[in-house]
């Protein structure tokens, strides 16, 4: 079967998790993906948290699969000219430098331009160009506190709150993917490649916007009634942490299931949507409840909601998160129970659909990485294992007309 993406030649020049986790969706929908990295150490994440001695990890592993590798030093003149001659013949460039290393080198988006008018090139930094912190470096908490992520997750009695989601980083890759094939298809039309930009802090954003949303409400009408605050606490001029309250107009929490004295995640979400009040009441054995002026409407609910909760809770002390949610779902409440990383990694449904899959690795023996989330009718992604450091270095330079000898003499002087 061809992938969509087969033909399309990316120049992968990212490291860490935001550009690579943008590249490893494009190899998998089937770009030829050529990750550059420096001869020697490569990708930093190729060493950091190492659980195998002397074999990749984890952290590179599950962000580089169905690439290839190759060593180039882009300092050195000879490695300069190498890269002058894979930008000729590439559709897309993504690289997540720090801010000014692609113009340092001597690669800014003119001379890219010039090199080759329809490539495009696609860049993460921590802020957009033109901002006022647009010379930081940024990593993923960087970015969640940056973005507004953090300053609303978690309990209003605590800190600001780190997600343990990728907001910054995984998620700011996503929002690159889609920039670079929206400038394919912009290609397609014109001829013409362009610069492709996203930030980290701008792709955070992107994600709160319901609390940007919170923030207006808030300066209109001083309260926002979905949250734990309203209507016993206070509301400053802020939008506050609101720990685990649903962020649309269905309450919702984290609630206790039997066995969470000792299980830290013996817990259900459960959501009252609003229509679903009938079923819930049925469901927890509490009829009466239904036609109770005091109950009946989400209005009348909210001033007493943990009250509720409370009630359910009791409901769920003797049942586990797995039977309690296989009750509700008769009823059709939105529910689940809350998963460990244990039980995500060994989920037949998750293996089943490849959200899930076991990669066999030259050194590593093989590994669990999570698959293409995005799933297609007409197409299986498969997921091959990540490249080693510069495992595919002969063939790209053979590629691009080196011979034997011209490579040897390229490794002497350490410029691949
Ligand atoms: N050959 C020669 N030099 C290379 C090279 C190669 N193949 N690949 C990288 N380098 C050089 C760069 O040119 C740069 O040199 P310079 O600073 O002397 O100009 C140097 O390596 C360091 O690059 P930098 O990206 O600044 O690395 P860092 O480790 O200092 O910073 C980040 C890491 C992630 C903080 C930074 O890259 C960054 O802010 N990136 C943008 C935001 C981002 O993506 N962050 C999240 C990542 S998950």
């Known amino acids: 079967m061809t992938k969509p993406l087969e033909g399309i030649k990316i120049i992968d020049f990212t490291h860490v998790q935001a550009g690579p986790a943008c590249t490893q969706l494009l190899a998998w929908f089937g770009a030829d993906v050529i990750k550059v990295e420096r001869p020697g150490s490569g990708d930093v994440t190729r060493n950091q948290l190492r659980d195998i001695p002397d074999a990749d990890a984890l952290y590179f592993t599950m962000l580089n699969s169905n690439k290839k590798s190759l060593t180039l030093d882009t300092k050195k003149p000879e490695g300069k000219e190498i890269l002058e001659k894979l930008v000729r013949e590439s559709d897309v460039l993504v690289e997540n430098f720090g801010p000014g290393a692609l113009d340092r080198m001597g690669f800014s988006w003119e001379r890219l331009n010039e090199l080759n008018p329809k490539m495009i090139v696609a860049s993460v930094k921590g802020f957009s160009d033109g901002h006022h912190y647009d010379d930081l470096k940024v990593y ?85 009634e979905e949250y734990p605050q309203y209507p016993h606490g206070e509301f400053s001029d802020v939008v506050p942490r609101g720990g685990n309250a649903g962020g649309g107009g269905q309450p919702g929490w984290v609630l206790k299931c039997k066995g969470w004295e000792t299980d830290p995640n013996a817990y259900i979400y459960f959501t009252i949507q609003g229509h679903a009040w009938e079923p819930i009441c049925k469901a927890l054995g509490k009829p009466e409840w239904i036609d109770d002026p005091a109950y009946k409407t989400a209005e009348a609910r909210q001033p007493h909601i943990f009250e509720i909760f409370g009630t359910i809770e009791a409901w769920l002390a003797d049942k586990t998160k797995f039977e309690a949610v296989d009750i509700l ?84 002087i350490k410029a691949v």
């Not at 890759?173 to 701008?202: E, F, Y």
């Open 140 to 224: 993923e908490n960087v970015a969640q506190c940056a973005g507004g992520a953090a300053s609303t997750t978690g309990f209003w009695d605590g800190p600001p709150t780190i997600s343990a989601a990728a907001l910054g980083d995984s998620n700011t890759g996503m929002h690159l993917a889609i920039g670079i094939l929206t400038a394919l298809l912009g290609r397609n039309k014109t001829g013409k490649g362009q610069k492709v930009a996203v930030s980290m802090q701008d792709s955070v954003l992107n994600l709160c916007r319901v609390k940007l949303r919170d923030q207006q409400r808030l300066e209109r009408v001083g309260y926002l």
């Open 329 to 412: 779902r008769k009823f059709d409440i939105p529910c689940a129970p809350v998963l460990t990383m244990k039980e995500l990694a060994n989920d037949p449904s998750l293996r089943a659909s490849g959200t899930i899959v076991e990669v066999p690795h030259k050194k590593r023996g093989s590994y669990l990485t999570v698959g293409s989330p995005i799933k297609f009718s007409d197409m299986k992604p498969e997921v091959t294992a990540s490249p080693l450091l510069g495992e595919h270095t002969d063939e790209v330079l053979a590629s691009l007309g080196y011979s034997r000898q011209d490579i040897f003499n390229l490794r002497e």
